[in-house]
């Protein structure tokens, strides 16, 4: 059965389009985008106050942490917070983690996320996933500064159908990091500039070297000299990569990644974690001023409050809100290469329909009381 569907906005290639009808199949493949004169003249339509976007994409999320929502206090900080999901992730029943990914799966997907670029540990949610109506890229995360094979996260990669990345440019050996850098072709996703403590190591100083001093471990990586130095020259050219959180990065840690690597670099900002942990912020206008391609992720329930796009939007400041959505929507589909099936309204597309209500249509913002619902 066909579908009309209307509402005061619809993005459009990138605009807030008015008077758009959109005509979707009984599959949700949009077949027919019309802009009438007035919306009252058009039979079957179905009208909805507010915005309608496409499915958005979540660029980064930890749905295995899921059942970690409310175990670890805000404001722990960027070292407590990694103490303490180190101390209670163990305290879970494999059947407590898979209920609480079933619920926050179902819960993202009827706020309207249509993609997620997943980071795993394990493959315990494989299935959730694959049942899921949520398109996953899964991302196996390889992480340990004594971890030096990377056998086994790529062989559980291959057999899920599945990608591998090094969690950071902190938390992996040289060869390691480079092997990953170079397998597949997939995406990689790499947590980046989280905290101070990221390049101060790279300077022998700084939280992180103090940690590691004690616990005896080295690094053979310091001579990149930056963390940005260490990403341009291990990652080919030609590789997605979505850097994330980046609240630490410099305007030279951005003129070089983008200079050596060029677009197929997108930077996730996950505002919400950054907050629940270190009261910290994204270096918003600085990235946009730049030129660079910014997407939007969530980050985990462990690290958050929720896992809502809207609110990570609102939380980002003074955005324009067509930029904003588009953060939220082709920028993360072009991030993981899905852009010719998602992530825009277009015919030929099913990239979902979803209602942004209660925004402010006059002042073109997100407001407190913005929520998202899926309509197909």
């Known amino acids: 059965m066909k579908r009309r569907i209307a509402a005061h906005y619809a993005l459009i290639n990138g605009r807030l389009e008015r008077n758009i009808v959109i005509t979707t199949d009984a599959e949700g493949t949009i077949v027919a985008i019309e802009q009438p004169e007035a919306l009252d003249s058009c039979a079957s339509v179905e009208f909805y106050p507010g915005i309608i976007i496409p499915g958005m994409v979540n660029a980064h999320c930890h749905l295995e942490l899921s059942y970690l929502g409310g175990a670890i206090a805000e404001g722990q900080g960027f070292a407590g917070f990694a103490r303490e999901i180190g101390r209670v992730r163990g305290g ?49 995360e390889h992480f340990g500064l004594n971890n030096l094979s990377t056998e086994s996260i790529c062989a559980m990669a291959e057999q899920h159908d599945a990608a591998a990345t090094p969690h950071s440019t902190y938390s992996v050996q040289d060869a390691p990091f480079r092997e990953l850098c170079h397998y597949g072709k997939a995406p990689l996703s790499v947590h980046f500039l989280e905290s101070p403590s990221e390049a101060e190591l790279y300077r022998g100083c700084g939280g992180l070297k103090e940690w590691y001093d004690r616990m005896g471990w080295e690094c053979d990586f310091l001579h990149y000299t930056t963390p940005a130095r260490r990403i341009t020259e291990s990652v080919p050219n030609g590789r997605n990569l979505l850097l994330v959180h980046c609240c630490e990065a410099t305007p030279s840690d951005v003129e070089l990644i983008n200079r050596e690597l060029g677009d197929r670099v997108t930077w996730v900002l996950c505002p919400e974690s950054n907050r629940y942990i270190s009261s910290v912020k994204p270096p918003v206008e600085m990235l946009r001023e730049m030129g660079c391609s910014i997407a939007i992720g969530t980050d985990s329930k462990a690290s958050a409050r929720h896992l809502s796009m809207v609110e990570n939007m609102r939380l980002l400041g003074n955005v324009g809100l067509e930029e904003l959505l588009c953060w939220a929507t082709i920028n993360g589909a072009k991030a993981l290469g899905v852009e010719n099936r998602l992530g825009s309204i277009e015919v030929g597309k ?19 009381e913005c929520r998202s619902r899926r309509l197909i």
């Open 350 to 368: 099913r990239p979902g329909l979803v209602l942004i209500e209660g925004a402010d249509l006059h002042e073109m913002r997100l407001t407190e």
């Open 92 to 140: 879970f029943s494999d059947a407590e983690r898979r209920h609480a990914a079933d619920m926050a799966d179902a819960l993202m997907w009827a706020e309207g996320v249509q993609a997620v670029a997943d980071i795993a540990n394990d493959a315990l949610l494989m299935d959730i996933k694959k049942g899921s109506n949520i398109e996953y890229t899964t991302l196996f």
